[in-house]
């Protein structure tokens, strides 16, 4: 239920409650994380830990993680606008950020232009899955330098935005481009001779 840290984007935050708890009958989880046998939430520190076998609700800070999954989603919207391959990649719940392998700054105004009419035009967001021997045969899907799509269990999870973008992620998205809402470009960098740092913010 718990997205945890991974890919560029933060784990959740929320609440645990159960009857461990003590008096107020909750503990702030402050983060998630990949552990090394499942899902890790992590608890405010001197929070009472839950006991094996007790009957727990956990519930995520939703207004953060819909700010997460709008921001996610916006970033695939600038990987159909830029022409490069991504160095690097960073969600926020108030900015966020994508590095491509391009050897010049886009066009401010002409991206702002482009990232409003993706938004506009509602586009769905559909989640599939492609096999590891279909992904071998379209090496471009992969569009990350750095973060390789997980292998081993025969699929890979892909976010489609139809006839916009389509690559494997295990991100959190919205269901339409209409959802993300007002953003705007914000800096865009110069991060190294073939690096370029293309900064969104929310405009609310």
Same mark, same amino acid.
């Given at each position: 239920?718990?997205?945890?840290? /991974?890919?560029? !984007?933060? #784990?959740?935050? %929320?609440?645990?409650? @159960?009857?461990?708890?003590?008096? $107020? @009958?909750?503990?702030a989880i402050l983060d998630t994380v990949k552990g090394e046998d499942g899902i890790?939430?992590?608890?405010? &520190?001197?929070?009472? =830990?839950? !006991?094996?076998?007790?009957?727990?609700?956990?519930?995520?800070?939703?207004? =953060?993680?819909?700010?997460?999954?709008?921001?996610?989603?916006?970033?695939?919207?600038?990987?159909?606008?830029?022409?490069?391959? *991504?160095? %690097?990649?960073?969600? #926020?719940?108030?900015?966020?950020?994508?590095?491509?392998?391009?050897?010049?700054?886009?066009?401010?105004?002409?991206?702002?232009? @482009?990232?409003?009419?993706?938004?506009?035009?509602?586009?769905?967001?559909?989640?599939?899955?492609?096999?590891?021997?279909?992904?071998?045969?379209?090496?471009?899907?992969?569009?990350?330098?750095?973060?390789?799509?997980?292998?081993? $269990?025969?699929?890979? =999870?892909?976010?489609?935005?139809?006839?916009?973008?389509? !690559?494997?992620? %295990?991100?959190?998205?919205?269901?339409?481009?209409? &959802? *993300? /809402?007002?953003?705007? *470009?914000?800096?865009?960098?110069?991060?190294?001779?073939?690096?370029?740092?293309?900064?969104?913010?929310?405009?609310?």
């Amino acid at each position: 239920m718990f997205y945890p840290t /991974g890919g560029g !984007q933060p #784990g959740d935050t %929320g609440i645990l409650k @159960g009857a461990g708890q003590g008096a $107020s @009958g909750e503990a702030a989880i402050l983060d998630t994380v990949k552990g090394e046998d499942g899902i890790v939430h992590v608890l405010a &520190e001197g929070a009472p =830990r839950p !006991q094996v076998g007790e009957r727990v609700t956990v519930t995520i800070d939703w207004d =953060r993680r819909y700010r997460h999954m709008r921001m996610h989603t916006a970033l695939h919207l600038l990987c159909a606008l830029v022409d490069g391959k *991504i160095t %690097g990649a960073q969600v #926020g719940a108030d900015k966020s950020r994508v590095d491509f392998n391009i050897p010049e700054s886009p066009d401010k105004a002409a991206l702002q232009a @482009g990232l409003d009419a993706l938004v506009d035009a509602a586009h769905p967001v559909k989640i599939g899955w492609i096999s590891d021997a279909e992904l071998d045969a379209q090496p471009d899907l992969v569009r990350s330098m750095s973060v390789a799509p997980p292998r081993g $269990s025969g699929r890979v =999870r892909t976010i489609d935005i139809a006839g916009v973008d389509l !690559q494997p992620c %295990g991100g959190t998205h919205v269901a339409s481009t209409a &959802e *993300i /809402g007002r953003l705007r *470009i914000g800096k865009i960098e110069n991060k190294g001779k073939q690096n370029r740092r293309i900064n969104i913010v929310f405009d609310d």
